[in-house]
Each structure stands twice: as structure tokens, then as C-alpha cells.
Nanobody, 123 residues
Framework: QVQLVESGGGVVQPGGSLRLSCAAS????????IGWFRQAPGQEREGVSC???????YNADFVKGRFTISRDTAENVVHLQMTSLEPEDTAVYYC?????????????????WGQGTQVTVSS
């Protein structure tokens, strides 16, 4: 079993930056891809950025180079550095983990989820 705890959400103005963190715990974490997903009101959850155990990454098209995902294997933490935030990025951001490749998990979803953290981009 994998446990995930997100932190770092908040309110930011358009064009601003935020860094989200996902602390993972459990056994065999090196076997898991970990990634970020988001869900806006009335919309389905969608993959944002995912990173595999071997540091392969996948980013959704809408990221457009604005977000960077990184993984600290020693600390079992995955960060999502978000820059140039837009109002359309407003959503609850969830951390997910599964034994897939980064791309497969971002597209299909994960088996393990955190509780989510709210990101609001507004002036």
C-alpha cells in the first residue's frame, strides 16, 4: 500500500508560481510512478505531469513548458514547480501513484491517491 500526502496549494495571481509537494510512504516505492492530476469543478480528473521510478517524465499538452516535475528518491517526495499560472489552472491537484510508466499513468489514472490540495489562480 502507498500513502500520499500533498502540500503547497494556495491562491496566486495570474502569472505567478507555486510549488506542490507529494510525500510518499509505503513499501517498494521505487517500483511506482508518481504524478500530479487535477480536477476543476464540473470536469473530469486529468493528468498533469508524471514521473516514473527511472525519472522518465510525461507532461500534458496544456503544461506547455510551464510546469516541472521532479523526484527526490532519497526523501520519497515528488515536487511540481508551476510557473506562469493561468486562471484555467485553478483546480484541486491530486498526487497519484501506480506501477505504470509515467505516460500510461498520466493518461489512465492511478490506483493510489492523496487527499488533494486546492490551487486557485485569481486576481
Amino acid at each position: 500500500q502507498v500513502q500520499l500526502v500533498e502540500s503547497g496549494g494556495g491562491v496566486v495571481q495570474p502569472g505567478g508560481s507555486l510549488r506542490l509537494s507529494c510525500a510518499a510512504s509505503g513499501e517498494n516505492l521505487d517500483d511506482y510512478a508518481i504524478g500530479w492530476f487535477r480536477q476543476a469543478p464540473g470536469q473530469e480528473r486529468e493528468g498533469v505531469s508524471c514521473i516514473s521510478a527511472s525519472d522518465g517524465t510525461y507532461n500534458a499538452d496544456f503544461v506547455k513548458g510551464r510546469f516541472t516535475i521532479s523526484r527526490d528518491t532519497a526523501e520519497n517526495v515528488v515536487h511540481l514547480q508551476m510557473t506562469s499560472l493561468e486562471p484555467e489552472d485553478t483546480a484541486v491537484y491530486y498526487c497519484g501513484a501506480d506501477r505504470f510508466t509515467a505516460k500510461a499513468m498520466c493518461i489512465m489514472g492511478a490506483d493510489h491517491w492523496g487527499q488533494g490540495t486546492q490551487v486557485t489562480v485569481s486576481s
